[in-house]
DNA sequence: GCTGTTATGACATTGTAATTGTCAATATGA
DNA sequence: TCATATTGACAATTACAATGTCATAACAGC
């Protein structure tokens, strides 16, 4: 039998919370893309592109674990807003990489700096210790439930 | 200008996994729902039901930040398949109080304690405080990020 | 009690995110 | 060269949730 203490009903409510976490958070995103012709799933995209450089579609779709289909449609909105371009892929013909135009570039830097620009504000109270920590139960807490939900299938 | 520091990007990351966090935990519960005849959204309901105690569908909404419409749904399933009940309202006498049934509580109970001794494995490694701080986060990070979406609306 | 307003349940419609399936064209690698 | 895998394009489907509407019923002020 398990001893349930605070402490597990306390990472129990934490994992609860990654749901209510998640849309404030995107409607945050949301309203900070207000303006721009971005959406919010083009800015993912834009970010990827962003921080691991030009990609090929299936290769964004396995850093966003999401289906190649639907990047596809993604990425092909970033396209036709002119924030991203197509360039040959050395490795695979067919499939070209995609990568930030100039433009996409810009608003995707300037989109990452208003939101680190609130981070700031919303970190307010936290030391440097306890925000690395929460990160660091967080990221380790989603890796463990991924492997949980993962076996066995 | 800010000063953007380790802290700001380790919140930044940190907001973003809610959705890796949420999709990982889902998935989880799905897998423990397994072999019952409940759903997420089902269990959802019995959640809030066997902690806050019997409430009116409107008030479940309320709860779960979703409109009353689909929280009727969700209800009319958990009622459909005996999880929970209904019993007179005095404050409203046309909207009747969804109370668990046996059944429903049992199952609820049941599926709650797997899931606080999934919890106890998955926070392996983190002291009481480490899992306390990052709730503390959370639930800050949270709110401050609802209310600056809500602003100006 | 009467009456206007609100709350509720029921149902239909729509929107959006994302998955799944399929197909043809093309690349790749043995 | 040829079998296999990958890719892009597109259609269909599923799931979640919001939105709209309506009739009924409850409530609150008078």
Chains 1, 2 share one sequence.
Not at 21 to 45: F, H, I, N, S
Not at 85 to 106: E, M, V, W, Y
Request: aromatic share 4%; proline share 2%.
């Amino acid at each position: 039998m398990y001893n349930v203490n605070m402490n597990v009903k306390h990472l129990h409510k934490l994992v609860w919370m990654s749901r209510p976490l998640m849309q404030a958070a995107e409607a945050c995103v949301e309203k900070g893309l207000g303006g721009t012709d971005l959406t919010v799933r083009m800015r993912a995209v834009l970010e990827i592109l962003r921080q691991y450089g030009d990609q090929s579609v299936p290769q964004l779709a396995a850093q966003l674990e999401i289906k190649r289909q639907y990047v596809q449609l993604m990425v092909n909105e970033t396209l036709a807003s002119g924030f991203t371009d197509q360039r040959a892929n050395p490795r695979h013909k067919r499939s070209k990489l995609i990568c930030l135009t100039d433009r996409g570039r810009h608003i995707i830097d300037r989109i990452i700096a208003d939101e680190l620009a609130l981070m700031a504000d919303i970190g307010e109270g936290f030391s440097d210790d306890d925000i690395a920590k929460a990160l660091e139960v967080v990221l380790t807490v989603t890796e463990r439930l991924k492997s949980v939900a993962g076996e066995s299938r």
